[in-house]
């Protein structure tokens, strides 16, 4: 039996990056898209509590269906396990996103939705992402790496509670600091297409300035969610950012269990004075 | 100085909920509070990128502002932070939730998105949730709870990257999982209010049967998002489940760095077996 991949996305059944993908798995397994209408970055893991879903077939060929849901990412995952698929996928896929989605990027990104959620329901799961917000980014460098990772994945599975999170350079607009990211290449950077894969952390990062005040014809102010993003740890070679920025393709395991437990020591005291004093 | 503490959550600035957080820590000192202008459960850190956001200014009294936004509960902090907090807030909450935040529900629930997007500004961060989704629950019995915890933050501050999710069960109502929950309680395990503080790990816990097709009048389908909860592993008593089932007070201690340090080794092999092929 051919392998079941499930694959949806943030930026729409129609981005460039999803149909790129498709085509990268294609050859592994029989593939069931079912992604957002239309954009829905900055989704994150969020789900529809009251808005009715509905589900559209957009295209049907052997071995692949792409259905678009008016929901979240995470929605579309929940709608094709429950509604779509004929059986439990042995992959997730989010992506291929249209910009980057390592350091705290993880938490707003829709693609890694897509990829949590799969997670959560215990399927070996994979977010894509590619430094390259234009909609006609160039995905084709990626196509090896992504079938032999995806291929990998197939066969060897993934820790319990454990996703990836795969964020690829942008070789000719180094580096990939998030959409606002202006500061030019250094001399040498761009050279070759990836420098190589590098297992990574998360960097610590903060995004700034991000509201943009705009004033209504009508008088009102009203704000756009914009910004800037500030690497906090430039210096850390270990992270996904810093990967990025020198060329690498940065590979993140990414936990579903977010406890802190090197801190829970730390709160067991007040398990005894809050209880005592209460 | 009287501490700025900053407070959000996902129901709504009309919700019973963030009212009595309100006048828990008022207290405490000078609260600004940013909330959406109705429920957004389930928004999880999603963030607006392409809807403008409005502020509205709907009570202001010595020490005591409260806006709402038409935003999610991440616009609602970062709105605030950007546009109305007159310095860095000395604290933010999530909160009181109407329904537990407790296991995977972490990661959708727009709470704990508030509290994640304070700890990510470095802010020490608490998202306070009730297991109890009635719009008039009684939140009274957490009071002196909420007020000992928050001051304590306030005094001591939290490890950077780590904030605080905590649940309160309905000891009325155990065990406290999730809305769809309908097991009763076990006899004595409803005697006195809450049985005291665990410091907790997440549960891992799964959603099914998560979404309910209707018909149309005009004939086609649509789904609602609906579903239940299973606990996973419902004799782990280091778990946020067990605690709550068992009448107790669920601290989990959170993480903004979501890498899977314990499964990075073993991704390691892809650097060079990754590189070495392409």
Redesign the interface.
Known sequence: MKPLILISNDDGYKAKGINSLIEMVRPLGRIVVCAPDG?R??????????T????TLRRKEEDLEVWSCN??P??CV??AL??ICERKPDLVIGGINHGDNAS?N???S?TM?VT?EGC???IPSIAYSLCDYSADADFSPMA??VR??TE?VLREGL?Q??C?NINFPDPSNLPCLGEASVTPPKQGETEGVFK???????A?G??F???K??SHPRG??????VGSYNNDEPDAEDTDNWALQHGFIA???????????E??E???R??TT??S??
Chains 1, 2 share one sequence.
Not at 196 to 202: E, S
Request: aromatic share 14%; hydrophobic share 40%; net charge positive.
């Open positions: 954009p970055s900055g989704s994150a893991c969020a789900f529809s509590a009251t009715p879903l509905t589900l929901g979240t995470v929605d929940k709608m429950a509604n705290v993880t938490h707003y829709g939705g949590m959560m329901k215990y090896p790496y032999q990772m990998r820790p509670g454990v990836l190589g894969v590098k297992v990574c952390r998360m610590h903060t995004w300035n991000e509201t005040k705009c009102y102010d009203y704000w756009w969610m590979i993140t395991p990414t936990r579903v269990d977010v406890t802190a437990y801190a829970m730390q709160f067991k007040w398990e809050l209880n004093n209460l």
